[in-house]
């Protein structure tokens, strides 16, 4: 079973950054494309940044030239370096495969933009 634990989430100002983490489990993942997905509560969750399997990365048209989707396959961990955040990028992260995979859904992590 692939577990994927997000962190790095927290309180933020406007404008300010941030970096979210997400270490996988198994390396079989990579083996995928792997995103970063956020989630307003009640709403669907939405891909806003992937990574192909050889390393091209996509954005959502709201986080391009803000946001950054890394990889250290060594350390078996995702990234996603959030700059220049707004109070619209507060919601609950997650990472995962593209598409998706149901079971590997984690506890995702908070963020929160607000003065």
């Known amino acids: 079973q692939v577990q994927l634990v997000e962190s790095g989430g927290g309180l933020v100002q406007p404008g300010g950054s941030l970096k979210l983490s997400c270490v996988a489990s198994?390396?079989?993942?990579?083996?995928?494309?792997m995103g970063w997905y956020r989630q307003v509560s009640g709403d669907q969750r939405e891909l806003v940044a992937r990574?192909?399997?050889?390393?091209?990365?996509n954005y959502e048209d709201s986080v391009k030239g803000r946001f950054t989707i890394s990889r250290d396959l060594a350390k078996n961990t995702l990234y996603l370096q959030m700059n220049s955040v707004k109070p619209e990028d507060t919601a609950v992260y997650y990472c995962?495969?593209?598409?998706?995979?149901?079971?590997?859904w984690g506890q995702g992590t908070q963020v929160t933009v607000s003065s």
């Open positions: 198994s390396r079989g993942v990579w083996f995928y494309p």
């Open positions: 990574m192909t399997t050889g390393g091209k990365t």
């Open positions: 995962n495969q593209d598409p998706p995979q149901n079971d590997y």
